[in-house]
């Protein structure tokens, strides 16, 4: 009996996966992951709410798949990106809450630094924008913000960055590794995604002492063995990336051209450009898709920092619903001659447009709108974000038009979602049959590392489709809806941006 565990650390929830030889999930554990917001724009996790959430959702799969530490061949894990956290490795303590991927309060750090002229040099050697989104700015403000020896212990060595991987690897291990993977390293505003390397030149401009940096390896190495105390013996950790990269793995996107887009709490399409690191000329993100045996595979991203998350505002902040679940139910009762646009700029824009200051706005509105028109705007936003996304991919790289577009996430169960998107885009939605990809990502890594998978063309193989979304609004339609979606978009964005 062989089986691997995944471990989907992501932004709202933590959870294990047992998977069999074949790749199908036979176990699943899930816990909810606490939001803290200290200020307006500013989002944390307790660190040690989510490594206790770790070790008690694998410990839950593998009693639910009735497995012991001996039948595993290995875990992979797979990490909410860019969520930046700093300890001490003397006594593993981390020296503040985690600072979340959504988080802005380096808003005016980036702009500061743009202003300098310092952003053509940084995404020539990144792929990435000045942005609060990316890591470097909130390692810098950690150590700003620390006790009065943080720099100086900082300098010293004695204190380790990591993103959620690398803090979990250091954790599993008993501080036995301090690692990560190239894709998670390639979003932290200090990697050359060219050289594969560190850049000091970028550590020295993000005032980033180079001894907190962990090691990067591919994503699909030895990453060493977990405590034996954790899971009843000790196993082999063999896998990691990023949420991102990890369902661009588990939709089998191995050839370039290939496209995925994930809608959990953000959304992030990735298009594989192969060997090629292409420069957008619209606001994308060029980055490391994958990195296997020494070679890195890039992708131009797009990422929607409130994708789901809309959908829970509606469930938490304007009590219109009191499960995610109902939304579909409310939107399908909306006017279709209302016009209501919800711009979820909760924390600012993403691509294209980067607009850190941004913020949401529901526009429209007439006295006959009501909860289901604001449910369908905020099922609608996803789709239109995600048009805009698209068609800046096509446009940096003409290759990928006409591409299929493979989705996956939360969001996909639902088909009223994914048919709205479809009719937004005016091109068809493939979701495939196994929907957890972004495990199945971090499982299949571990599991070629073991030996246990095919190399990725023979994984790729096994993609099944569960259902093809075709569009079947009008073009009218569409292309006034989306006139409507760009005037509001419009109101939205400050001058500067």
Not at 215 to 241: K, M, Q, S, Y
Request: charged share 20%.
């Amino acid at each position: 009996m062989t089986r691997l565990i995944a471990i989907d650390q992501g932004t709202t929830s933590t959870r294990a996966i047992v998977f069999d030889e074949k790749l199908t999930p036979i176990a699943v554990a899930q816990q909810e992951l606490r939001q803290i917001y200290p200020k307006p724009g500013w989002v944390e996790h307790d660190p040690e709410e989510i490594w206790a959430a770790v070790v008690a959702t694998v410990r839950d799969a593998m009693a639910k798949a009735k497995v012991g530490a001996k039948d595993v061949a290995g875990i992979g894990i797979t990490n909410q990106r860019e969520t930046t956290i700093v300890w001490d490795r003397v006594n593993g303590k981390p020296i503040h809450n985690a600072i979340v991927w959504q988080d802005r309060r380096t808003a005016e750090a980036c702009a500061a630094l743009r202003a300098a002229g310092h952003e053509p040099a940084v995404t020539e050697k990144t792929g990435l924008l000045l942005d609060p989104y990316f890591s470097a700015t909130k390692i810098g403000w950690l150590l700003d913000h620390g006790h009065d020896r943080t720099r100086a212990a900082a300098a010293q060595g004695r204190l380790a960055f990591g993103t959620v991987d690398s803090f979990l690897l250091w954790r599993l291990t008993g501080g036995k590794v301090h690692a990560t993977d190239a894709t998670n390293a390639s979003r932290t505003l200090l990697f050359d995604i060219a050289r594969g390397q560190w850049d000091e030149t970028l550590a020295d401009l993000f005032a980033v002492p180079t001894a907190l940096l962990p090691e990067v390896r591919d994503c699909a190495d030895n990453f060493g063995e977990t405590r034996p105390d954790l899971f009843g013996g000790a196993i082999r950790i063999l896998g990691i990336a990023g949420d991102q990269q990890a369902a661009t793995v588990g939709q089998g996107c191995f050839m370039p051209g290939m496209m995925k887009s994930t809608y959990g709490t953000g959304c992030f399409a990735l298009l594989n450009t192969g060997a090629e690191r292409v420069a957008s000329r619209h606001r994308l993100l060029t980055t490391i898709a994958y990195q296997l045996d020494g070679k890195r595979t890039y992708a131009l991203e797009g990422a929607i920092f409130i994708a789901g998350a809309a959908v829970q505002w509606l469930r938490d902040g304007l009590h219109l619903i009191k499960h995610v679940s109902e939304v579909n139910a409310l939107a399908q009762k909306a006017d279709p001659a209302e016009q209501v646009y919800l711009v979820p700029a909760f924390v600012g824009l993403g691509a294209p447009y980067w607009d850190a200051d941004a913020r949401g706005a529901i526009l429209g509105l007439t006295r006959n709108s009501g909860p289901a028109e604001i449910a369908q705007a905020a099922i609608e936003a996803v789709g239109y974000q995600t048009r805009g996304l698209l068609e800046a991919m096509h446009a940096d790289w003409p290759a990928a038009a006409g591409t299929v577009l493979r989705v996956d996430g939360g969001m996909t169960a639902s088909d009223v979602t994914m048919q709205l998107l479809a009719d937004i885009l005016g091109a068809p939605v493939d979701r495939p049959a196994v929907m957890e990809t972004t495990a199945l990502g971090a499982a299949y890594l571990a599991g070629f590392q073991a030996g246990v998978y095919p190399d990725p063309v023979g994984f790729a193989a096994t993609w099944q489709l569960d259902r093809r979304f075709a569009p079947a609004m009008d073009a009218p339609t569409r292309a006034r809806k989306w006139a409507g979606w760009q005037a509001a978009i419009a109101r939205v964005r400050t001058p500067q941006a």
